[in-house]
């Protein structure tokens, strides 16, 4: 049990911080895709930017288990990302929430979106019936 | 505590992410929420309907684990770190989601004409939600990540596929916004 203790202090943080930075919220999403408010891009930009100097730092040290740090790395690729992302994108824009935050919706009280979740992993369930007939 | 009760600016929260990403990698896990929708698949029995579902679930735990604690960081900073939950949108967005029909934006995380018992109920809101769920669980898996996975995660660490991959996000999200929302509503 111990062992899982520290990933569920990091999802609350998590949790905290995609709220209190309004990430989670619908209005945000399509405010951004609106190119109306600076405040999504910020959010991002600033995440990519102290991402890249932590990766940068991190590559030198080892983990916690004393091995060296592990990026994954993502398959090459064009077709898979450019239509798998832009259905992705169709999906956030209209629900106004991907993966992290359809979760932490619930914590919110917003109970509707179990039907969005359970709706999600469907699709998941279908992408996987489908993935070797699909071009990648 | 003035501080954390109002909404934090982008330059906290952008970072504190990037933290959050850094620190399950130290973990020797992954930043990716994604994943857990197919880890959902197998443990609902999937592995009998495609290969894409064989693999041991239980070493996801960590990754469910994560999620659980989403959910309770989601209640307590909503319930006893917001004041207020109000969401301070630019006066350009207020007024053209009120042309589409949407009354007190910002007033609540999500809007009560998808999101209320009301619009469930009924079949164009029900399908909203059906088919917007849909679409990101089929999209994550065939772009092989999300937002964490992808943008922040891959983004941080250079990858050409993730940057295509947020391209991607970007067409679709668009698309729906500019060309499929003035018809929707």
New interface residues.
């Given amino acids: 049990m111990a062992?899982?203790l520290?990933?569920?202090?990091?999802?609350?943080?998590?949790?905290?911080?995609?709220?209190?930075?309004?990430?989670?919220?619908?209005?945000?999403?399509?405010?951004?895709?609106?190119f109306?408010?600076?405040?999504?891009?910020?959010?991002?930009?600033?995440?990519?930017?102290?991402?890249?100097l932590?990766?940068l730092i991190?590559k030198k040290t080892k983990?916690?288990?004393g091995?060296t740090?592990?990026?994954?790395?993502?398959?090459?690729?064009?077709f898979?990302?450019?239509?798998?992302?832009?259905?992705?994108?169709?999906?956030?824009?209209?629900?106004?929430?991907?993966?992290?935050p359809?979760?932490?919706?619930?914590?919110?009280?917003?109970f509707?979106?179990l039907?969005?979740?359970?709706?999600?992993?469907?699709?998941?369930?279908?992408?996987?019936?489908l993935?070797n007939k699909?071009p990648h | 505590m003035e501080y954390?009760l109002q909404?934090?600016?982008?330059?906290?929260?952008?970072?504190?992410?990037?933290?959050?990403?850094?620190?399950?990698?130290?973990?020797?896990?992954?930043f990716?929420?994604?994943s857990?929708?197919?880890t959902?698949?197998a443990i609902?029995g999937?592995s009998k309907?495609?290969d894409?579902?064989k693999f041991d679930w239980r070493a996801q735990?960590?990754?469910l684990?994560?999620?659980?604690?989403?959910?309770?960081?989601?209640?307590?900073?909503?319930?006893f770190?917001?004041s207020p939950t109000d969401?301070n949108?630019?006066q350009?967005?207020v007024s053209?989601?009120s042309v589409l029909g949407f009354e007190n934006?910002?007033k609540t995380?999500?809007?009560n004409e998808?999101?209320?018992?009301d619009?469930?109920l009924s079949i164009r809101g029900?399908l909203?939600?059906?088919?917007?769920?849909?679409?990101?669980?089929?999209?994550?898996?065939?772009?092989?990540?999300?937002?964490?996975?992808?943008?922040?995660?891959?983004?941080?660490?250079?990858?050409l596929?993730?940057l295509?991959?947020?391209?991607?996000?970007?067409?679709?999200?668009?698309?729906?916004?500019?060309l499929?929302f003035p018809i929707l509503f």
């Fill in positions: 062992k899982y520290k990933f569920l202090v990091v999802g609350i943080f998590f949790g905290i911080v995609l709220v209190k930075s309004e990430a989670v919220s619908w209005y945000r999403i399509f405010e951004m895709f609106k109306q408010s600076f405040h999504m891009y910020g959010i991002i930009g600033t995440a990519v930017g102290t991402g890249i932590l990766l991190g983990n916690i288990e091995k740090i592990n990026i994954p790395l993502k398959e090459k690729g064009v898979r990302y450019i239509i798998g992302g832009s259905i992705f994108g169709l999906g956030w824009a209209l629900s106004g929430a991907c993966p992290g359809m979760y932490i919706l619930v914590g919110t009280g917003s509707s979106v039907i969005m979740i359970a709706s999600a992993i469907l699709g998941t369930f279908v992408y996987g019936l993935k699909l | 954390i909404p934090w600016p982008w330059y906290i929260s952008g970072p504190l992410i990037a933290g959050i990403m850094f620190i399950l990698i130290y973990f020797g896990k992954t990716g929420m994604s857990n929708l197919k959902l698949c609902g999937a309907y495609s894409f579902f735990r960590w990754n684990t994560v999620v659980l604690g989403a959910v309770i960081g989601g209640f307590i900073a909503h319930h770190l917001s969401i949108l630019s350009q967005t053209d989601l934006a910002g995380l999500v809007p998808i999101y209320s018992c619009a469930v029900f909203i939600l059906i088919i917007g769920g849909f679409l990101v669980g089929f999209g994550t898996r065939y772009a092989g990540g999300c937002t964490s996975g992808h943008a922040i995660t891959g983004l941080s660490s250079l990858q596929p993730s295509i991959a947020v391209i991607g996000f970007f067409i679709g999200g668009l698309i729906m916004i500019h499929i």
